[in-house]
């Protein structure tokens, strides 16, 4: 199993991208068909009021990983089964180095916050299965999902990158995109401590 992650980043002021990226009605139909609905907190119904919660952040700073699979990998890829756990193996080990940066970069940031990708992983079982609160809230982090944004517009308008899927076979690159919710500039040091350009 091989691939090479690219990282880019950029950054946008939140009213702009709430307007051209926020349908929280159209984006909560596909997450009320999806098995982390009701089971994550990272994960929708949230229980605040989304508005508000953006409301204390003036500028986003958007992380894409693009994560380039190398041919074997593809090939070797060769069932249902194996295309699901390689695909579902290699996002979920760069999702979590992410979350891991983005949480170093947070504490180098004063006053930040980031958010995450599809739902939180940390648990095996996640606590919202049995109505118990999140066992990890300091590490927990919404996902971008949650809160309605088109996540395949933001990566191919700002990225230019196109979001792949698995059909029959891998495909030559996933994508993620997390944030950072800020109210000033991210200095480039800040960006290099955690291994990522500004
Ligand atoms: S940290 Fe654990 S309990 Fe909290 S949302 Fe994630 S999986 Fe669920």
Request: proline share 5%; glycine share 4%; hydrophobic share 35%.
């Amino acid at each position: 199993m091989s691939y090479q992650v690219e990282y880019s980043t950029s950054p946008i002021d939140m009213r702009s991208l709430r307007q051209k990226y926020q349908d929280q009605e159209k984006f909560m139909a596909y997450c009320r068909e999806c098995p982390r609905y009701l089971a994550r907190w990272s994960c929708p119904p949230l229980s605040f009021d989304v508005g508000e919660f953006l409301a204390p952040y003036a500028s986003v700073h958007l992380v894409c990983a693009k994560i380039l699979l190398d041919e074997e990998t593809i090939r070797a890829a060769d069932t249902a089964e194996k295309i699901k756990t390689v695909g579902w193996d290699i996002v979920s080990a760069v999702k979590l180095d992410l979350e891991k940066r983005m949480l170093k970069l947070e504490s180098l940031v004063p006053g930040s916050l980031s958010l995450s990708s599809g739902g939180c992983n940390f648990c095996e079982h996640c606590t919202r299965e049995t109505g118990e609160p999140c066992r990890q809230p300091d590490k927990m982090r919404y996902s971008l999902d949650a809160f309605g944004f088109d996540l395949s517009a933001i990566t191919k308008d700002v990225f230019q990158i196109e979001i792949l899927w698995c059909k029959d076979r891998l495909p030559d690159h996933f994508t993620l995109i997390h944030a950072l919710l800020t109210n000033e500039p991210v200095n480039k040091e800040r960006w290099e401590t955690v291994g990522l350009s500004g």
